[in-house]
């Protein structure tokens, strides 16, 4: 017998996964629900006690990991673009390659940026990152492109500034700058949307009633 006759069509594979499927209806509908929890649900940020924000010095910081590497996506025409004009810092693994001050280690970022002005997130397509999070639960001050989870975070004038206009950023820095009782107050706003949307007490009670939803859902099919 030709082998090609004996093997099973398309038709038939797909017909054995829908029927094996229906038979764990509840495990993969649970699956597919924590997954798409695992991609709406906002990060959770522990409270970060023993660091305010003082913002004395008059100098942006910037947190990026291979920045020089990583290019454009992570904003690094941005960050060269603004200390043309704008005092910057920047942190992260190798970022002396971009005349940055080097790597902190990663519990003593928070204690590290504190004094800084404000956090520029520099970065166009990547996720919120943790030290902007940080940054916001500390009560500091972000400047960012108005780009991915970013522009539904900041709310330019209240707790930050966000734009898709470089000139408008860096007028947003220099407005920082020379004015630190604004920063502080953006700053003060930016720990009330940490606190409320990255709260880690926030985090916990939504996957507890995620899952307690799904596992819910899985024993009612299955029963």
């Not at 017998?1 to 594979?13: C, E, G």
């Not at 990060?43 to 920045?67: Q, S």
């Amino acid at each position: 017998m030709d082998a090609r006759t004996s093997r099973p069509s398309n038709r038939t594979i797909l017909w054995s996964l829908a029927v094996k499927a229906w038979a764990f209806r509840g495990r993969v509908l649970a699956a597919m629900a924590l997954l798409v929890v695992a991609k709406v649900a906002s990060v959770g940020v522990p409270l970060i006690l023993d660091v305010r924000y003082t913002g004395e010095k008059a100098e942006g910081i910037v947190v990026v990991n291979n920045m020089r590497k990583r290019g454009r996506r992570l904003g690094a025409d941005l960050f060269r673009e603004a200390c043309t004009e704008i005092a910057l810092a920047l942190i992260g693994m190798d970022a002396q390659s971009e005349g940055g001050l080097g790597e902190v280690r990663n519990v003593d970022v928070p204690g590290f940026i504190s004094r800084y002005r404000f956090f520029f997130h520099s970065c166009r397509y990547t996720s919120l990152g943790l030290a902007a999070c940080e940054a916001m639960m500390i009560g500091m001050p972000i400047v960012a492109p108005a780009t991915t989870e970013m522009a539904t975070v900041i709310q330019s004038g209240r707790n930050g500034y966000v734009d898709t206009s470089r000139r408008a950023m860096v007028e947003a820095m220099r407005e920082l700058l020379h004015d630190r009782e604004l920063a502080l107050r953006w700053g003060a706003a930016a720990r009330e949307t940490a606190l409320e949307r990255f709260g880690i007490e926030r985090f916990v009670r939504d996957w507890m009633a995620a899952l307690d939803a799904v596992t819910s859902r899985s024993q009612a099919l299955a029963a």
